[in-house]
């Protein structure tokens, strides 16, 4: 009877970690796009209930006024919005990337992207390329730069030539970088869909609630 208790007692750790074995699957093979040697995220999708003229103005704001301005705060934000005409937008984002946090511990990561935006016919086509890191800098604020440190480029540190083992799975050193900046550009593309799908609806609201507003009946005076 002991020992068939102290199996179980053994037993029990073995489960615990068995059901917190992560899934890599959305990390593996294929997650990180290349095109011609270089990083690149992309993302299409159409919005016909807007002009191109409303689409960029939101999709500049979510640049601007949600990307750019949630980056990192202080002298060490770099950060351009650029033009290159009326219908594409260019912005260099710089924006912590936290791997861990725990009581007086914190491990991080500057990460850095260019968001390019090209809207034609109602057709958005989002796309995130020149992906790279600046870690273990040791931060200062009277150095924004930071010194020190290790900068990783997507290129040599995600890609599957780098970050994926012989058996294809996530090599131990760059595993975290992997998942995190998967994760990160499929919640940037995420929110600027659910952006578009709340300002279409007020948009909607607003029409609805207009044809509901009651008609003015005039007695004495003919238009």
Known sequence: MKNLILILLLAIPMCVCASKKRDDTPYLKGAVP???????????????????????????????????????????????????????????VEEWMVFEKKFLYVDKTRFRYQVNVTIDNHNVNMWITQISYYYRENWDEMKPTGEGGEIYRAEEWIDDAHCLNKKGKLAWGSARFRRKTVDR?????????????????????KEEAKKQEPVKKRKFVEE
């Open 34 to 92: 290349m095109e011609n040697g270089i990083v690149v995220f992309r993302k299409n999708f159409r919005i016909p209930a807007q002009s191109d003229k409303q689409i960029r103005d939101n999709m500049l704001y979510y640049v601007k006024d949600v990307l750019v301005a949630n980056g990192m705060e202080g002298p060490v934000t770099r950060m351009l919005i650029g033009l290159n005409n009326e219908d594409t937008i260019c912005a260099r």
């Open 185 to 205: 550009v499929k919640a940037i593309f995420e929110n600027a869909m659910d952006m578009f799908e709340q300002k279409v609806q007020e948009q909607k609201d």
